[in-house]
């Protein structure tokens, strides 16, 4: 072997390696056990507009174990997104203290469900939160079946847009067990659409309404309380001094 010097010189280069290899080990674990390096700060990359500076105070502590290199930023993320106006979370750390969280709030289009407190995000996804009174007020009221809110919420913004057309504005739109569309307008007035139908869509019933509504609707001194839209051909509309359609 000693008269092989490329053999010596590989096993010279193995041996280096060896050793970096273990001295880099040995001071990735003095780092992630050193205890001079703690974080000392934790900035938000956005203001939050939601999410309470209480909220955050409680949920970190617990998360913020260890120093700055042994400090588990899944373990930071994961506290955070569990406090209710949350939606996602990324964390990087800042050398030599600080750690940086950007913060995704959930964007809330309207309110879901019977008073629990569930709101509809920009996603169409639904989440328990308190929102303020004004802001809770100001948005729809949106209602389906388990995992129909991203379809109840894509809907509602088709109707928005048809009745703008005639100058309504639809405040709730609720998808029965059945499937069936109900529509309600700020001006109190129903529109039950019914469930798709083949041969006639919910999209053209409601268009035909549309288009005629300036006429059979607007200028009536009456306005209708209920119209109803299931017919293939037609609708019908009950006002408030009439006990059946007309």
Same mark, same amino acid.
């Given at each position: 072997m000693w008269n092989k010097p490329h053999l010596l010189n590989a096993i010279a280069?193995? +041996?280096?390696?060896? !050793? #970096?290899?273990? +001295?880099?080990?040995? !001071? #990735?674990v003095w780092l992630a056990r050193v205890p001079s390096l703690p974080v000392r700060q934790v900035v938000f990359a956005e203001p939050l507009q939601h999410t309470r500076r209480q909220e955050v105070e409680q949920a970190l502590p617990g998360a913020l174990q260890g120093n700055f290199f042994s400090l588990n930023l899944e373990t930071v993320r994961g506290a955070l997104e569990k406090l209710p106006w949350v939606r996602q979370v990324e964390v990087r750390r800042i050398w030599p203290a600080q750690l940086e969280v950007k913060v995704e709030e959930h964007r809330p289009l309207a309110r879901w469900g019977d008073g629990r407190g569930e709101l509809v995000n920009s996603y169409g996804e639904v989440f328990a939160a308190m929102a303020a009174i004004e802001e809770a007020a100001a948005?729809?009221?949106?209602?389906?079946?388990q995992g129909t809110a991203p379809e109840v919420l894509t809907r509602y913004g088709e109707f928005v847009g048809r009745f703008s057309a005639v100058h309504e504005k639809p405040v709730q739109l609720l998808l029965s067990p059945r499937l069936a569309w109900q529509l309600k307008l700020e001006s109190g007035m129903v529109v039950d659409m019914g469930r798709e139908q083949p041969k006639s869509p919910v999209g053209v019933r409601l268009q035909r309404f549309i288009e005629v509504y300036p006429e059979t609707v607007a200028n009536r001194a009456n306005r209708p309380v209920v119209v109803d839209l299931r017919y293939p051909n037609g609708f019908a509309m009950r006002v408030a001094s009439e006990g059946k359609g007309k």
């Open positions: 280069d193995l +041996l280096m390696l060896v !050793a #970096a290899a273990a +001295l880099l080990a040995a !001071a #990735a948005l729809p009221l949106l209602f389906g079946p």
